[in-house]
């Protein structure tokens, strides 16, 4: 018998388990598929996962049966199961994912990167420089219309998973929010395996989702460090990400009580970052941080940057180091506001 304590939300976890971890050998589905948002699930094994979370034990798969006994339960909370191989005769809303092209190796990351247009050119920006003319602009692109800032933010990072992403990056600030019915639950993309990004309420932070649901949420002076599944994640916004560097005035990266890392995995460093920055950026601080964080950590390490960009200069370079780790990059279009948007193959072997 399946636990009555089972509910959606737990099998909604679930069905994120399976997106982030797989299904083991032996648990693939032989005559039913569940079958959500446009991907099809092993049913015994989704309800086997929320019995797990619920209890805190295995599940014992001799007290509940598969077939008409767990499609039934999962009917009754609101999932479609269908015969095995009639997916696309459930009538589901969600239409399958596009099939992205796999990367290359496994152990290439692809991380899609968001640029996002400031509005105003670089000799503008300057003349009015001050501590907070950054906050400002993004803070008035938001105010225009929230709903529309928000659905713009949103689209990117569904385009970025669409392609094949395991990883979306955004820029500082991005996730602003804290006016008029938007709350940092609003970017919520639950497909998406990994978003980092910044956000503002007006307090800058730096933000980490996994599955649309907020797994560290972190001061901007702080160097966060956590598991990201085939590897590990270090973020942090802008330079901030410099004080791992090693030397004097190194400081160790805060590690995740939530998602805690393995240091047997290599290193995907994600800067979170304001207006464009020059060239010294590159080469001085984010270079040393690449080179650092693998001697320090022993692992293998890649650097991807996003930040804001002005609104007459398209994105010179490719602001990943080493740059070397860079297996492919490929430019889509952005959004009605010249947004860019990239996507990065980073190769993490050894």
């Known amino acids: ?41 092993p049913p015994k094994y989704v309800v086997a996962l929320a019995i797990e979370a619920v209890t805190g034990r295995a599940a014992d798969l001799e007290a509940f049966g598969g077939g008409e006994e767990t499609n039934t339960f999962l009917h009754g909370h609101g999932f479609t199961v269908v015969a095995k191989g009639e997916a696309r005769a459930t009538g589901s809303s969600s239409p399958p994912r596009p099939v992205a092209e796999p990367t290359t190796k496994s152990t290439t990351v692809r991380v899609a990167r968001v640029f996002l247009n400031l509005g105003v050119t670089m000799t503008d920006f300057r003349a009015k420089a001050n501590a907070g003319e950054f906050g400002r602009l993004v ?41 008029r019915g938007i709350t940092l639950a609003s970017y919520s993309v639950p497909e998406v395996p990994l978003v980092v990004s910044g956000g503002g309420d007006p307090h800058e932070f730096a933000v980490v989702m996994r599955h649309g649901v907020v797994v560290e949420q972190f001061d901007a002076t702080d160097v966060h460090w956590l598991d990201g599944g085939r590897f590990s994640v270090m973020t942090a ?4 990400i410099g004080k791992v560097k090693l030397g004097p005035k190194h400081v160790e990266p805060v590690r995740s009580k939530a998602a805690p890392p393995d240091v047997n995995k290599p290193v995907l460093i994600l800067d979170v970052g304001h207006a464009q920055y020059g060239s010294r950026y590159l080469f001085q601080t984010l270079r040393c941080v690449a080179r650092d964080v693998e001697i320090k950590v022993g692992q293998s390490a890649g650097l991807v940057l996003s930040s804001w960009t ?27 506001e010249n947004d860019v948007l990239d996507v990065i193959d980073v190769d993490l072997a050894t």
């Open 237 to 240: 916004i802008s330079s901030t």
């Open 310 to 336: 002005w609104s007459t200069k398209g994105i010179g370079g490719l602001w990943c180091q080493p740059a070397e780790r860079v297996e492919k990059r490929r430019r889509l279009s952005g959004s009605e």
């Open 139 to 179: 803070q008035a692109q938001f105010d225009a219309d929230p709903k529309a800032y928000r659905d713009r933010i949103v689209q990117l990072i569904r385009r970025g998973h669409e392609a094949g992403a395991e990883v979306v990056l955004l820029p500082a600030c991005a996730m602003i929010h804290g006016r």
């Open 1 to 41: 018998m399946i636990p009555k304590s089972v509910t959606r939300d737990r099998l909604l976890d679930a069905l994120r388990h399976i997106d982030r971890d797989g299904v083991p050998r032996g648990r693939e589905s032989r005559g039913y598929d569940l079958v959500h948002d446009g991907r099809s699930y």
